[in-house]
């Protein structure tokens, strides 16, 4: 799967990824605004599918996710901000542009703590990974085991970080 660059900042990191998913936009829309989806690649989640509508994300022992849909473009743009437990608020956003029968999608999670962007980096490519195995209907990837095959990525200078 395709790997995502980390750039840090003096004061921030941002994690951005670019993937052709083989799914149509309304699809791949539906799963990044519908719960049941979200709750399938992403972890369980309340979102409320509107700008200014609240987004809860529950990661368990891991910690928790709140925050507000700041822009929401049906079937194009959706942008909402991210206090993950003890973290402080981050923005992250998601672009999406039909390619036919697929999709590009493009995630920019900026405004990460500086020390959190290679955790992040492997985090965001494990669960675009989940993604696009719910999408295209195959057997879920196991997150945890491939976060522990990419990491190595991210804390690499390739990735930017």
């Known amino acids: ?19 052709v998913i083989d799914a149509a936009i309304d699809r791949v829309w539906q799963a990044l605004t519908e719960q049941d989806d979200m709750s399938r690649w ?8 509107r700008s200014g509508g609240a987004v809860s994300i529950d990661f368990g022992e891991g910690g928790k996710v709140v925050g507000t849909v700041t822009a929401m473009e049906a079937p194009n743009t959706l942008e909402y901000t991210w206090d993950f437990t003890g973290e ?9 542009t039909a390619n036919g029968p697929q999709t590009k999608l493009v995630l920019e999670h900026r405004l990460l703590p500086h020390d959190q962007g290679v955790g992040y980096g492997a985090g965001w490519h494990a669960h675009l990974d989940v993604l696009e195995a719910h999408l295209g209907g195959r057997e879920p990837v196991d997150w945890d085991e491939r976060f522990s095959r990419v990491i190595g990525h991210y804390t690499s200078s390739d990735a930017g970080g």
Request: hydrophobic residues 40%.
């Open 1 to 19: 799967m395709t790997p995502g660059t980390v750039t840090n900042f003096d004061d921030s990191a941002t994690v951005r990824f670019e993937r």
């Open 42 to 49: 992403l972890a369980p989640t309340q979102f409320e599918a």
């Open 88 to 96: 402080g608020e981050s923005i992250l956003r998601f672009e999406l």
